[in-house]
């Protein structure tokens, strides 16, 4: 199924969730209650990378238009390589996913139409798509490795944090926890704002920020074991 459904979708207004959950009381409040904060929401595919897929779109399309913010963050992407090769991971693997990660980078940085053209583009060729993904996954799992002792407390059961990152943080298609999210804001010093819609009670939809008291860059709604972008 998720086959058919585009790496990442185009724009749509809010009220499609209305839509979808026209016959689900619960949901359908919740819907509404969203339709109050956000003006359009942009779908992803359900594969267990919609998280980092999600994200990075939303935040490559939000420094399209902030010059200075894409350059603070296209330095810190540049100088990602070196950091993860200084914590053991294989040169010539990082520097395949690095290169790819700086070429969708530098093919967004003019504040142009065009680039939000080239960006949805980008997204939705899989094996560029991907690189993105995996690399953002890899500088998930390099933060986690660097503050092992801070981020084992967030960690289930016996696993080590190295055993983590190797079993849910950088195999493709594993899902996203907080403890990734949190793991990779810090990492690229940005904040993210994700509201959880869900059966939990009330009509609200719940916001956590990452990390707690950032200002968001990037806002994305999560439903059980899915994230789509949302837009204010």
Known sequence: ISESIALVGEKESIKSLEREYSEDEIYLSKAKALGQKYSYIRRTRPDGNCFFRAFSYAYLEKLIGNKEEYEKFR????????????????????????????????????????????????????????????????????????????????????????????????????????????????????????????????????AHDFPEGAIPAVHLLYRPGHYDILYP
């Open 75 to 206: 330095e810190l992407a540049l100088k990602s390589k070196d950091s993860l090769v200084a914590l053991g991971f294989p040169q010539f693997t990082v520097e395949d996913f690095h290169d790819t990660f700086m070429d969708v980078i530098d093919k967004v940085g003019e504040d142009t139409e065009s680039s939000y053209v080239e960006l949805h583009k980008l997204f939705n060729e899989q094996g560029c798509s991907d690189y993105v993904v995996v690399y953002l996954r890899l500088i998930t799992s390099g933060q986690l490795r660097r503050e092992a002792d801070f981020y084992q407390h967030f960690i289930e059961g016996e696993r080590t944090v190295s055993e983590f990152c190797r079993q849910e943080v950088e195999p493709m298609y594993k899902e996203s926890d907080h403890i990734h999210i949190i793991a990779m804001s810090t990492a690229l010093g940005t904040g993210i704002r994700v509201r959880y819609m869900d059966r939990g009670a009330g009509t609200e939809v719940t």
